[in-house]
């Protein structure tokens, strides 16, 4: 009987022992790593327009400004919102989208802007004639003296 519980005691021993031996096993025991850093805010610092300069031979005349916006790493930001403002929108206008379009003859500059990050564009409305017509096309002076009123519109 004794050997019976000497033998039911050394059971249940190794049974706890085994017990502790496995306990914590399914957890790492080594601490766990740090958080990575939160990924760095990609900042516009620069901007490229097409066309760099500009000149418009007719009032009411347009051409579409393009940006490119760059970040801090000197990658192109694909989206970036670009604000476009004229200095002078009695000279030029700008859409939203930077379609320019001459108003009358003049200077102006015109801004693109992507958060801090901003670049200028000058532009001249400078009107130049296509064509000249005179009315009357023929006149015939019959004297000395005689006029004609000529009338000319430029085109």
Same mark, same amino acid.
């Given at each position: 009987?004794?050997?019976?519980?000497?033998?039911?005691? *050394?059971?249940?021993?190794?049974?706890?022992?085994?017990?502790? +031996?496995?306990?914590?096993?399914?957890?790492? +025991?080594?601490?766990?790593?740090?958080?990575?850093?939160?990924?760095?805010?990609?900042?516009? +610092?620069?901007?490229?327009?097409?066309?760099?300069? =500009?000149?418009?031979?007719?009032?009411?005349? +347009?051409? @579409?400004?393009? !940006?490119?916006?760059?970040? @801090?790493?000197?990658?192109?930001?694909?989206? !970036?919102?670009?604000?476009?403002?004229?200095?002078?929108?009695?000279?030029? $206008?700008?859409?939203?989208?930077?379609?320019?379009? $001459?108003?009358? #003859?003049? #200077? /102006?500059?015109?801004? $693109?802007?992507?958060? *801090? *990050?901003?670049?200028?564009?000058?532009?001249?409305?400078? @009107?130049?004639?296509?064509? =000249?017509?005179?009315?009357?096309?023929?006149?015939? =002076?019959?004297? =000395?003296?005689?006029?004609? @009123?000529?009338? /000319?519109?430029?085109?």
């Amino acid at each position: 009987m004794i050997n019976t519980s000497l033998r039911s005691i *050394a059971i249940l021993v190794c049974l706890f022992g085994g017990l502790l +031996t496995t306990c914590g096993k399914d957890s790492p +025991t080594s601490p766990m790593p740090p958080e990575p850093p939160p990924p760095i805010s990609l900042v516009p +610092t620069r901007i490229e327009i097409t066309p760099t300069s =500009l000149t418009l031979n007719a009032i009411g005349g +347009t051409v @579409q400004l393009t !940006a490119r916006v760059f970040d @801090q790493n000197n990658s192109e930001m694909s989206g !970036a919102i670009v604000s476009w403002s004229s200095d002078n929108i009695s000279i030029v $206008a700008v859409s939203a989208d930077g379609l320019v379009t $001459a108003v009358k #003859n003049g #200077n /102006a500059v015109i801004t $693109a802007r992507s958060g *801090a *990050a901003s670049v200028t564009v000058n532009v001249k409305v400078v @009107q130049t004639a296509s064509s =000249l017509s005179i009315e009357p096309s023929t006149a015939t =002076l019959m004297s =000395l003296g005689s006029t004609v @009123q000529l009338t /000319a519109r430029v085109l």
